[in-house]
């Protein structure tokens, strides 16, 4: 059941042009009509809204218009740019929240996070993303695309949303310590990088600005399809709505308020808020009186589209007159236009043709022109009605609207107790009753993405092999500590650990103070590592296990009959492990990694039962320029051992998916020796190409 009681309404101001919201608002008497560049205008209309203790100014953002003839009488509907505008207004605010709307469909990630984040730190904390999708040409046109269907833009929007809550979760929460003292400035290890491969956007990287007062900037949406219930629905804690009626406003709310739900989240951590547009005078007749100026030079085209609305005609009409009790009796409100019903009802309250239009029957939103107590009881009337939880306001005048607004309305509201009489807290978050969030939201998160935790982990290798030397060498050239072990003696390990970018330690020592582990080695050379050697490594170091076996060179081992290879390993090294970098090829490794995100990418398989360390070894494959595929449990790893169609055969993930599923368990012993009796009869060992090729071949890797 929703929680009414104590329900207070949550208010927004409009921030556009720095005029106001009505045609001809620029060229008024007594407005500057140079605001359009003017950022102490739109300070002093933010200050305003403040001292009335809204809770946010929302930007809207986009192009004005292809058609340009407009200006000829018209200004712009927007800011110049919505984040200079709110870093204008954040140094001269306080408490006010700042929203600025910032399109997921051409706009990359990583520079929305930036902005935002920032623009978070700067306001202490009272940051809002209005993330909406684009859906005009001549956005498109702007960034040299044309609109995707629906499904495309809210497919990418689900991505970008959580794409860019990832990176400002990717500075840790409590990474920041710059201590002058002991000269700490962060803890890198609480510093993530966050890795996306999505099917709209990707992106790998860090975002290098630290937690605000409120975390993280909330996430708003402006939309009102069946898309846009489902995106705000997962990650919005705002809707700027859209709704001419009590009714349809509360069949919006609702919708949105159950996809919420439908996502596991509390419907009361979704707000709708209605929107309106005021002109606030002491009466109506002078409030109307203040709209025909405003509005008086499109009284023929507002008549021509009431005709429209009522669907009778009007142009014979005296502007001055009312409409006659045969038209009203006419009338029928066009079922195409919901304002059409309240235009009629003007219309029989016997107002004159201009005054009927006077009311902002044919605006935006509903308007409310008159005295406050009428915006009020507007106000009233929807909250109760659980048509909304609150509204966002354009006013006629940004001048001298919103101030009207703050002194004419907003006492009334108080008294009546629907209003907040001062800011519950500092930041956004408080104002609207956001729960704590920091990152992504994991109740709601639907990508796959990888949160590399470790910026600079510690990793020993044992053995120098092929595979073991180019990992030494990826790694350490990432930036990770690597040191090498093999069976050579001290001053020749130095030079191949030189040579590869990483230290020389002993056996002993390679296993000491690291993050993870891999053992590179000969399949039987396994059995003769002392038996201790792992038994004083904490647990929680990842170990991972690269060996294959080959009969021709490990001899029989009967119990590989009844186990696989990387659970006999796990046998002697007395250790759960992450089977991985078993399937794939040293020219693979060497030559064909690729960046997170490319199509294509070649991808290997992990095994292992332990879920976080499969997690930071994917992390590790990535790093070294491949996708990961969990392969399952340590039992499972059989299918990506020598002989199967995922053994080395040079997949990308949805390959090698397919290939894992299709390996028969008797088979492949059979294929491995097969391949290899092919490869060892020739007279000089083939090349990468041509063992690809074979393994393609003989293991139906590709193409199945
Ligand atoms: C109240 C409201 C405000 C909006 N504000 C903006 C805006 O500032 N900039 C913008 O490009 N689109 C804005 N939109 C457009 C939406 O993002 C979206 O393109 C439109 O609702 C169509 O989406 P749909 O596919 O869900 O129907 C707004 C929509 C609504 C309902």
Redesign the pocket.
Known sequence: MENVKNRKMIIGLTSGNGYGFQPGAWRTPGVDPTSYTSYDARVRHAQAAERGKFQFIF????PFTDDSTLLETEAPN?NLDVMMTLAAVARETKRIGLVA?G?TTFNAPYTLAKQFKALDIMSHGRAGW?A?????ND?AAIYGQTIPS?RD??GRAHEVVQLVQAFWGSWGKDAWVHDQESGQFAKHDEISTISLKGKYVNARGTLYIPPSEQGQPIIF????????HE?AGRFANVV???AFTIEDSIQQRKAFRESAKKYGRDPDEIKFIA?MMTTIVKDRRTALDRRLQLMGHLLPQRVAYLQQMLGIRLDGNDLNEPLSQEQLQAARPSPYDPRSANALKIAKEGWSLKDIIAHGIID??PSIVGPGVEAADHMQAWFEAGACDGF?ISPDILDDGVDAFVDEVVPILQERGLFHKDYEGTTLREHIGAPEQYGIDPRVSNIKLLIIKFKNMKIGIVGTGAIGSLLAQKLSKAGHSVKVTNTRAMPELEKIAADLGAKAATLQDVVKDVDAIIFSMPFNAYKDLPKDLLKEVPQDVVVMDTSNYYPFRDGDIAELEEITESEYISGILDRPLIKVFNNILEGTLKHKGTAAGTEGRIAISTAGDNEEHKKIVAQIVDITGFDTVDGGNLSESWRQQPGTPAYCTELDEAELKKALDSAEKGKAPAIRDSIMNSLMSKDTWPSYEEILAGNRVHQKGKGK
């Open positions: 930007l809207p953002d986009g927007f709307t399109s209005n909406i999708t684009s859906t005009s956005v629906s833009r809210y949406h402006a939309g009102a399809s069946p898309n846009a995106l700027i709505g859209a929107g935006y939103h966002w």
